[in-house]
């Protein structure tokens, strides 16, 4: 079919359907950037701020965005997923200043160790060779290599 055999009722049908199209392309392409803008704008207007002591979200609304830095039981973590509500360790990396973090089990991708990762396990320091790592050292010696 031509376009130019279409009549006027079909013609703005697709042309509904075409900008129906575009406007939920264009919510997929910039939502995640937007919830996380909103999120920080509310935890600003709350009083929370990076480095704060680890308090349990009430929703999604209080959630930690992604890269958001915490303190938990004397540990410093960085949120490894936007809207986490999770208590650390779980999808939360500790962060250490000298050597690597104490390895953590793996809930889902959003946690799982990338390639160059490094972490301690059993009292050594091991680093992933792979990405999407959910395996310890003992359960996966394949997927690390001690350091």
Not at 47 to 56: D, I, L, M, Y
Not at 86 to 115: F, I, L
Request: aromatic share 10%.
């Amino acid at each position: 079919m031509d376009i130019r055999d279409a009549s006027d009722a079909e013609l703005c049908r697709f042309k509904t359907m075409i900008d129906g199209e575009l406007d939920r392309r264009q919510t997929l392409a910039t939502a995640e950037k937007q919830a996380t803008e909103l999120n920080n704008a509310y935890l600003a207007a709350a009083g929370v701020e990076p480095g704060q002591e680890w308090k349990q979200p009430t929703s999604a609304v209080d959630a930690y965005p992604k890269d958001w830095e915490v303190t938990f039981e004397g540990k410093t973590f960085v949120s490894l997923t936007p809207a986490n509500v999770w208590q650390p360790p779980t999808g939360w990396r500790e962060v250490v200043e000298e050597g690597a973090p104490e390895w953590v089990q793996p809930t889902g991708s959003h946690d799982a160790y990338s390639k160059g990762n490094q972490v301690t396990f059993g009292g050594e320091v091991f680093e992933s060779v792979i990405d999407a790592n959910t395996w310890s050292p003992e359960t996966y010696p394949a997927g690390w290599k001690a350091i």
